[in-house]
T-cell receptor
Framework: EVQLVQSGAVVKKPGESLKISCTDSGFSFTTYWIAWVRQMPGKGLELMGIIYPGDSDTRYSPSFEGQVTISADKSISTAYLQWSSLKASDTAIYYC???????FGVGFDYWGQGTLVTVSS | DIQMTQSPSSLSASVGDRVTFTCRASQSISNYLNWYQQKPGKAPKLLISAASSLQSGVPSRLSGSGSGTDFTLTISSLQPEDFATYYCQQSYSAPFTFGPGTKVHIK
């Protein structure tokens, strides 16, 4: 079974860089896509993008293209979400979730616990 | 991108009530529609995939239906643990967009 464990909460200042992680401790990392989902305070779920760790094929949602970088290291079963210059509007909870390799017609079946990112001066 | 809408945005109901809420896609998505439940401070949980297929462990009082552009999630007898926010999500075309959610409150 997939078990996704995310890195801990962080507080950053505007303009700083950040890389958060999502590690699969339970199953074969390369049999799933990994998605990153943003939830801003009091708001709904937004898919940022997905990555297939087997070959690092990455698809970004248009709103997030160029704003973040999604990557993965299959040797340590870890996916990453990275910012080069944070803004206050990046304050949110970020979830990783697994998506079966077929991708279409299926849902995000396992979720990490979420990473709270707070960006404040 | 395919846009997803949900109605109502919130509803108040009592334990034992039958509740139904809807999700609409901006274009046909066949049955490629998933439903999630999220409780405060918790990660979302996948309830139903392919419009009507209950995930393992999800109680049978929940059911989903629909195809094309219109979908419904029904809870036949609302239980205390069902008070949460419910999101639909299409998995027909990337990016796999979510609806804005329906929050179920205790009346």
């Amino acid at each position: 079974e997939v078990q996704l464990v995310q890195s801990g909460a962080v507080v950053k200042k505007p303009g700083e860089s950040l890389k958060i992680s999502c590690t699969d401790s339970g199953f074969s990392f390369t049999t799933y896509w990994i998605a990153w989902v943003r939830q801003m305070p009091g708001k709904g779920l937004e898919l940022m993008g997905i990555i297939y760790p087997g070959d690092s094929d990455t698809r970004y949602s248009p709103s997030f293209e160029g704003q973040v970088t999604i990557s993965a290291d299959k040797s340590i079963s870890t996916a990453y979400l990275q910012w080069s210059s944070l803004k206050a509007s990046d304050t949110a909870i970020y979830y990783c979730a697994s998506l079966p390799i077929s991708m279409f017609g299926v849902g995000f079946d396992y979720w990490g616990q979420g990473t709270l990112v707070t960006v404040s001066s | 991108d395919i846009q997803m809408t949900q109605s109502p945005s919130s509803l108040s109901a009592s334990v034992g009530d039958r509740v139904t809420f809807t999700c609409r896609a901006s274009q046909s998505i066949s049955n490629y529609l998933n439903w999630y439940q999220q409780k405060p401070g918790k990660a979302p949980k996948l309830l139903i995939s392919a419009a009507s297929s209950l995930q393992s462990g999800v109680p049978s009082r929940l059911s989903g239906s629909g195809s094309g552009t219109d979908f419904t999630l029904t809870i036949s007898s609302l239980q205390p643990e069902d008070f949460a926010t419910y999101y639909c999500q299409q998995s027909y075309s990337a990016p796999f967009t979510f609806g804005p959610g329906t929050k179920v409150h205790i009346k």
